[in-house]
Antibody, heavy 118, light 110 residues
Framework: QLHLQESGPGLVKPSETLSLTCTVS??????????WGWIRQPPGKGLEWIGN???????YYNPTLKSRVTISVDTSRNQFSLELRSVTAPDTALYYC??????????WGQGTLVTVSS | QSALTQPASVSGSPGQSITISCTGT?????????VSWYQQHPDKAPKVMIY???HRPSGVSNRFSASKSGNTASLTISGLQAEDEADYYC??????????FGTGTKVTVL
């Protein structure tokens, strides 16, 4: 059974970089037709897609975040990562990693709360 | 990109049917049959309930059905049960090879 687990700091200072990693277990991150994505949810608000990556390194980003986001993949560790630069308070959210299989997010991590505060 | 538009809340009594709409544009919902619906209970990760407009994953109750017409998708929950009380989000693939979520709908079982 595929399992995804987010990890990273729960507190980031304003103007710094938010960095999270998603570890995939129970399956290979390099399998065909699987993209790997990041989605966030500010407290009490809705879901926002951040971006996806394919195991080859091809990336797709939300246009509103594109200038601040980098998603990378490490196939040797079965992990993919998120960097969000120059964070401010509105970036405070529950960050989920998920598998996008044939354009639907069918496996999700449990989410990790990241708070932006000094 | 703008979020897909959903009603903020929908309610119904046990046993009734409710429908949630999701309105997008010709660049997302209207462009592909790649609409999915997610159920999210409090403090839980979202769960896919419908994919490719109207397909249910294994294990999802057949009380959940969905369709699409033009730039609007709809999710119907029949025989409403207490366990259906949750937030529901639609999502669509777009012509820019991105994904966009809906604004979310809180379903209340009266």
């Amino acid at each position: 059974q595929l399992h995804l687990q987010e990890s990273g700091p729960g507190l980031v200072k304003p103007s710094e970089t938010l960095s999270l990693t998603c570890t995939v277990s129970g399956g290979s991150i390099s399998s065909d037709n699987q993209y790997w994505g990041w989605i966030r949810q500010p407290p009490g608000k809705g879901l926002e897609w951040i971006g996806n990556i394919y195991y080859t390194g091809s990336t797709y980003y939300n246009p509103t975040l594109k200038s601040r986001v980098t998603i990378s993949v490490d196939t040797s560790r079965n992990q993919f990562s998120l960097e969000l630069r120059s964070v401010t308070a509105p970036d405070t959210a529950l960050y989920y990693c998920a598998r996008a299989y044939l354009r639907r997010f069918d496996r999700w991590g449990q989410g990790t709360l990241v708070t932006v505060s000094s | 990109q703008s979020a897909l538009t959903q009603p903020a809340s929908v309610s119904g009594s046990p046993g009734q049917s409710i429908t949630i709409s999701c309105t997008g544009t010709s660049s997302d919902i209207g462009a592909f049959d790649s609409v999915s619906w997610y159920q999210q209970h409090p403090d839980k990760a979202p769960k896919v309930m419908i994919y490719d407009v109207s397909h249910r994953p294994s294990g999802v109750s057949n009380r959940f059905s969905a369709s699409k017409s033009g730039n609007t998708a709809s999710l119907t929950i029949s025989g409403l049960q207490a366990e259906d009380e949750a937030d529901y989000y639609c999502s669509s693939y777009t012509t820019s090879s991105t994904h966009v979520f809906g604004t979310g709908t809180k379903v209340t079982v009266l």
